[in-house]
């Protein structure tokens, strides 16, 4: 029989409800971020919920050799999915479930750098899983998972393992609804918690009378902290320059700030920048297995290199023995 890959992600994915799994002190801005993404989301038709359902329980009752029962839930869910599809023939990759997580680092930027330099470090002598043990608590962000379902694979694997189980082939019914559950498709979208404590201190520093310039300084310079933060933490990757614009736009206000103190127009100008990149962040997506995939690299290129340590040790070894004989 074939291994289910990611059925049971999948059947967390379902069957949980939106969850925050680690505490912070920054709760408010993560729920008001969970808000946004909850709004956002658009549930998939009952039909396909119910079809998933239907599928799952197939596969159990496969498991424990109810045949029959196996045989209802598979036309039921056959008969979900083709109700679906009569009424949208477009229907293609539909999400079904999300998973929220939230991170929490709250190391200094020296912290951060210290880890970043220790943990190069140890890549280089090739103490691999020390060097993950050290860079792996430097996430400061939510991760929003979610579950989507191939409407032009699923609903085939389906009648695929129906027609199976009706030959009598329980093996190959089995096998069929395990294909369907591998073609379920995940995406991750990462909100860097820094860049939401940026915005919110830009917010509140816009809030405050001109007079207060003294405050004003000191929350546009808690801003570019965490931005600062966000760039050490690998988060400004995906859009550098708007993250350097953010900065720019904040040095510009401080300026101003000292000066003539027209910062108005600054302030909104700015406020627009960060809602566009927070819009442009929540809408990027990776594919969890091109994670999968950008991992087995680094693994090869690390076990070339540790192969390539080994040879030029031995060869140096070698020049030392045919030293010592001179």
Not at 58 to 81: G, H, I, P, V
Not at 182 to 209: C, G, H, M, R, Y
Not at 240 to 252: E, R
């Amino acid at each position: 029989m074939k291994r289910v890959i990611i059925s049971t992600v999948a059947a967390a994915l379902l069957f949980s409800v939106t969850t925050l799994q680690a505490k912070t002190e920054r709760k408010t801005l993560v729920k008001n971020e969970m808000a946004v993404e909850a709004k956002n989301h658009k549930a998939a038709p009952k039909e396909i919920t119910l079809g998933m359902q239907n599928t799952f329980k197939a596969m159990q009752d496969l498991y424990a050799k109810k045949n029959e029962d196996a045989k209802k839930d598979l036309q039921a869910a056959l008969e979900s999915f083709n109700k679906a599809l009569k009424a949208n023939p477009k229907l293609d990759l539909i999400p079904i479930d999300e998973r929220i997580q939230a991170f929490e680092y709250l190391g200094s930027l020296e912290d951060i750098k210290k880890a970043l330099d220790l943990g190069q470090k140890l890549l280089k002598e090739h103490n691999t899983q020390v060097a993950i043990a050290t860079i792996a608590p430097l996430k400061d962000e939510l991760d929003i998972t979610v579950a989507s379902i191939p409407m032009k694979i699923y609903p085939v694997a389906v009648k695929k393992a129906l027609d199976a189980l009706n030959k009598g082939d329980t093996v190959a019914a089995y096998n069929a609804v395990v294909e369907a559950m591998n073609s379920l498709v995940l995406f991750k979208t990462v909100i860097p918690t820094p860049l939401l404590v940026a915005q919110d201190f830009v917010l509140e520093a816009s809030k405050l009378d001109k007079a207060k310039k003294e405050e004003a300084t000191k929350l546009l310079e808690a801003a570019k902290y965490a931005l600062e933060r966000a760039e050490l933490l690998g988060y400004t990757k995906l859009f550098p320059d708007a993250y350097a614009n953010l900065t720019k736009s904040i040095n510009a206000i401080e300026k101003e700030i000292k000066g003539k103190n027209e910062v108005a127009k600054l302030y909104e100008k700015l406020k627009e920048d960060f809602a566009s990149l927070l819009s442009k962040t929540r809408a990027s997506k990776v594919k969890l297995e091109n994670h999968i995939k950008a991992q087995k690299k680094v693994e090869s290129y690390e076990k070339k290199e540790k192969q390539e340590a080994i040879k030029k040790s031995k060869e140096f070894q070698e020049d030392a023995k045919e030293a010592a004989k001179k």
